[in-house]
């Protein structure tokens, strides 16, 4: 039997500051402060994540990053020709989420993962080495 993905966009985001992120449109920080706002992965951390939002470190600080959200009905067998990759859990408030620009708002896909509820993720990059000569040299 072969299994394939189960939904899936593909949409590109600026990335602000050196990261961007995903958010669920339940947005549970704008209704309640006891809540975490959309913040950067602190120290070497590719992702970070908090109730309602995934976020994602960039090597570069401000530009176009391509991306593909996938929603799987199953653990996909990974990936090993990536730069990095981490693994994570994400916790949403209603399962549909987008891509976000830090300072440009929701991307208009969206990836509809399921049911509210906590699910397991992981994140591929690459292309870093291609941005350590300074901000905009690739993403």
């Known amino acids: 039997m072969q299994r394939t993905v189960a939904s899936e966009v593909s949409p590109q985001t600026g990335v602000v500051y050196g990261h961007f992120y995903i958010q669920d449109k339940g947005v549970s920080w704008f209704h309640d402060s006891s809540q975490p706002e959309p913040g950067p ?26 991306a593909q959200l996938e929603a799987w009905d199953w653990e996909p067998q990974r990936q090993d020709d990536w730069e ?28 509809i993962i399921g049911a509210p509820g906590t699910y397991r993720g992981r994140v591929y990059s690459r292309g870093a080495g291609g941005c350590r000569g300074g901000a905009g040299d690739g993403g």
Not at 45 to 63: C, E, F, P
């Open 41 to 66: 992965p602190e120290d070497d951390d590719l992702v970070r994540t908090a109730l309602d939002w995934i976020s994602i470190v960039s090597a570069a600080g401000d530009h176009v990053a391509g």
């Open 84 to 111: 990095v990759s981490a693994d994570f859990e994400f916790t949403c408030t209603t399962g549909n989420v987008a891509l976000v620009a830090v300072m440009m708002g929701p991307s208009t896909e969206e990836l």
